[in-house]
């Protein structure tokens, strides 16, 4: 991806998440200077896996387990501090070094225990099926003006305002959903108070020191979380996540120009899956949906929740192209689908007597579509020891062409496993 002239890439799931998007970066981050997560928090579940050990991933960006890269979590990141420095001394005990090369916005919103609370108590939450961390009030206290950020740390009298000013209104929700828990603003002064000391010192005006790096001719690597279909703006609303996943979240989260950005990877499965509630058109029935979960191994990353399965949706895919402007795909997971007989790719959706090859706006109209599937054969072959683009059977490049021609965009990259070797660079 990076080369002279493309220099700031960012990586966005082109699906409702769980792409393979840690993957990716942690490949990229080899030539890349800075790795910067945009956008979501705690909720994300980034997996790396480097053969002797894996790694999940929530918050800190996947470019961590390279040495020599600096990371930054920046300014459109709902920043969790408990489960951050959980994170940051597991990775430790692993014997990967962070301290010294990740850095926080000092602009970045905190998730507080009561966010998290009215998370799990909120039967909204539920429906959507959220995973819990706290991100969507975390996120409406931030457009309501009442979020704490990072730099409010320093100020005890200006903290104290806003804790005040979010307890009274956490407690009025919990009443309103009719539960009985309430919070305390000194619960919550008490723990910022134990916190600051270590997350200060990481503090940093992120976008100022991306744009220098940038100038200087670095690489930079934005990495997005979640997917384009659970975007706030683009995806299946209201059964999305709360911040903008797509590319030009990625400018307003990491505090860069959009012009700044070269070029955009989208990332996808060689089929589809989702996790939590909501639309999915090319869902697969019971019994191919498990033996898909079982090959796939598709359990959340985050909350263990299993994964819906269903076939690869290239209207889902070129409505991702087309809103992040995708100029390269990557494609993940191709060995799960080895020893399937027909494989099934989605190119339209019928709806009421019309063939549609855009995505619907209208939720109403995704939930009843019919798929319009053109059946490929399988290649009922291992492709997990492929390395060459030539190494993949010929019907497995005649998917991949099918996918890209559908798409319209360009694979770059084959997955062919989970381990970092497990990958055909084109
Ligand atoms: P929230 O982001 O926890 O508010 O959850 C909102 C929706 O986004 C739910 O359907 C979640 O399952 C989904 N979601 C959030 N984060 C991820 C992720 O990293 N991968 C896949 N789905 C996610
Ligand atoms: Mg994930």
Known sequence: M???????????????????????????????????????????GHTVDLGKK?????????????????????NGVVLD??????????????????????????????????????????SASKAIGTTGRGIGPAYEDK???????????????????????????????????????RVTVD???????????????????VGLVVHRAIKSGAAVLLEGAQGSLLDIDHGTYPFVTSSSTTAGGAAIGAGIAPMAIHGVLGVVKAYTTRVGAGPMPTEMDEALGARTRELGREFGATTGRPRRCGWFDAVVVRYASRINGLTDLAVTKLD?????????????YEYEGELHRDFPADLTAVSKVTPRYE???????STADARKLVDLPAAARRYLDRMQELCEAPITYVSVGTRRDQIIGL
Not at 57 to 66: A, E, Y
């Open 375 to 381: 059946w490929m054969e399988g290649w009922k072959k």
């Open 2 to 44: 990076f080369d002279d002239r493309r220099r700031t890439i960012v990586v966005v799931g082109a699906q409702w998440g769980d792409e393979g998007k840690g993957k990716l970066v942690d490949v990229l981050a080899e030539r890349a200077a800075w790795v910067v997560r945009y956008q979501g928090g705690a909720n994300a």
């Open 81 to 122: 501090p408990d489960t951050l420095f959980q994170e940051i001394d597991g990775l430790v005990k692993d014997g990967i070094d962070v301290e010294g090369r990740l850095y926080v916005s000092d602009r970045a919103h905190l998730v507080l225990p009561y966010h998290k609370l009215l998370d799990s108590e909120s």
């Open 54 to 74: 894996h790694f999940v991933l929530h918050q800190i960006p996947s470019g961590i387990l390279h040495p020599g890269v600096r990371c930054a979590i920046g």
């Open 336 to 348: 799960v689908l080895d020893t399937f007989d027909k494989i099934a790719l989605c190119d339209g």
């Open 187 to 205: 619960e919550t002064i008490t723990l910022l108070a134990s916190l600051a000391e270590r997350l200060l010192p990481l503090a940093e005006d």
């Open 143 to 181: 457009v309501a003006r009442r979020g704490v950020r990072v730099l409010d740390l320093r100020h005890g009298e200006r903290l104290k305002e806003l804790v005040t000013q979010g307890t009274e209104h956490a407690n009025a929700q919990l009443e309103r959903f009719g539960s009985k828990k």
